[in-house]
Nanobody
Framework: QVQLVESGGGLVQAGGSLRLSCAASGSIVTIASMGWYRQAPGKQRELVAVMPSGGSTNYADSVKGRFTISRDMAKNTVSLQMNSLQPEDTAVYYC?????????????????????WGQGTQVTVSS
């Protein structure tokens, strides 16, 4: 299985910056992608940014030019640098990891693939 631990977030004034980080650990074989989603009150969860291991980084139009996603593949971590934050960025941010892992619970360590979510971290931007 894979465990995710998020850090960062908090309260910031409009125009400010925050950095979110997420570390994946466990019986990871390889990670297909790492990214961030967010969910504002009363709204559906939406993609913020995703960085596939073998593809192009994808950003939501609303954050392009303001947010930057980065990965440390050796450490299985992903970060989101958020600049020029606006009140509409207020949401709970979730780390998302698509990973191949060894399933030892069923014996044999067969390789499986699953998507994991972090516990979520609150980002609040005041006007």
């Amino acid at each position: 299985q894979v465990q995710l631990v998020e850090s960062g977030g908090g309260l910031v004034q409009a125009g400010g910056s925050l950095r979110l980080s997420c570390a994946a650990s466990g019986s990871i074989v390889t990670i297909a992608s790492m990214g961030w989603y967010r969910q504002a009150p009363g709204k559906q969860r939406e993609l913020v940014a995703v960085m596939p291991s073998g593809g192009s980084t994808n950003y939501a139009d609303s954050v392009k030019g303001r947010f930057t996603i980065s990965r440390d593949m050796a450490k299985n971590t992903v970060s989101l640098q958020m600049n020029s934050l606006q009140p509409e960025d207020t949401a709970v941010y979730y780390c998302n990891v698509d990973s191949y892992y060894r399933d030892y619970s069923t014996g044999g360590g067969v390789v499986r693939r699953a998507v994991y979510w972090g516990q979520g971290t609150q980002v609040t931007v005041s006007s």
